[in-house]
């Protein structure tokens, strides 16, 4: 018999979870909470069957490590998503929007860490990308819990991006517990059917690269990279590689320091 789809799965176990609530006649809140706890079972036991599915719950040495990917729309014809399938080696073959207030990517990455006894480990990625309108939503909060680093876009074809990147940054500062470094990008991808945009220097966005270094500092952003071109191939090597790169630098580098205070 050919298996459920994990979206008709998850509706099923909801349609039954009412079933039963009204057979017993509970409390309305009873009832809510029952359904809640039902939903997040069901979204957990398909998010790790698909994790299983692509051969990433192998042996690491640590729990899955979360990136979140968020900003305005770019202006460009490229969604964040795109981006993170490029990193994960998958081309598309046709332009990308998302519908979707959030989705889920997976990776596994060797990574080796200076000091360490081991001269590499196995670290699982979860790159969450998060719509743009979701600034606006009450979810981010849910969104956000958990992560260790953030990914920020922005785009010179819709300059008032950058407003947006820096509204991000502080929702993330707000509703994050813990501090977590952040790293801009700028989306300036060029295609057949647009051309990258001339952001840095005199009368332009940023006057020159130090006032574009300043910014960062300003507003809390580790480091800055730009994607001017789509790159499937190059892996961890290309920019978005190079920025999720930098995060983990910065991430596994604080965690370091945490675990020689305790010594």
């Not at 359904?35 to 990433?56: G, K, P, Y």
């Not at 998958?90 to 006894?117: C, E, N």
């Not at 790159?231 to 580098?253: H, P, R, T």
Request: net charge negative.
């Amino acid at each position: 018999m050919k298996a459920s789809h994990p979206i008709l799965r998850l509706l099923k176990g909801k349609h039954c979870a009412t079933e039963m609530a009204t057979a017993d006649e509970p409390d309305g809140e009873d009832t809510s909470e029952q359904a809640s706890s039902l939903v997040l079972q069901t979204f957990n036991s398909n998010f790790r069957t698909l994790s299983q599915e692509d051969s990433l719950e192998e042996t690491t040495d640590r729990n899955p490590l979360k990136i979140i990917c968020v900003g305005d729309y770019t202006g460009g014809v490229r969604t964040k998503g795109v981006f993170i399938k490029d990193y994960l080696g998958i081309k598309p073959t046709f332009r990308s929007h998302s519908f979707t207030s959030i989705d889920f990517y997976l990776k596994k990455v060797k990574w080796g860490r200076p000091g360490h006894l081991k001269s590499s480990y196995s670290i699982v990625l979860q790159l969450c990308e998060i719509s743009e309108m979701e600034r606006f939503s009450a979810m981010t909060k849910v969104y956000f819990r958990h992560s260790q680093g953030a990914l920020v876009f922005w785009g010179p074809h819709n300059p008032s991006s950058l407003h947006g990147a820096i509204q991000w940054r502080k929702k993330i500062k707000e509703e994050v517990s813990l501090p977590i470094p952040c790293v801009l990008i700028t989306d300036n991808a060029a295609d057949s059917c647009l051309k990258s945009v001339s952001w840095v220097g005199p009368g332009k966005i940023f006057e020159n690269e130090v006032a574009l270094d300043q910014f960062c500092k300003d507003h809390g952003f580790v480091d800055h990279f730009e994607i001017k071109s789509r790159d499937w191939e190059s892996g961890e090597k290309s920019v978005f590689g190079q920025a999720v790169n930098c995060l983990l630098d910065e991430i596994l580098q604080t965690e370091q320091k945490e675990e020689q205070t305790w010594i």
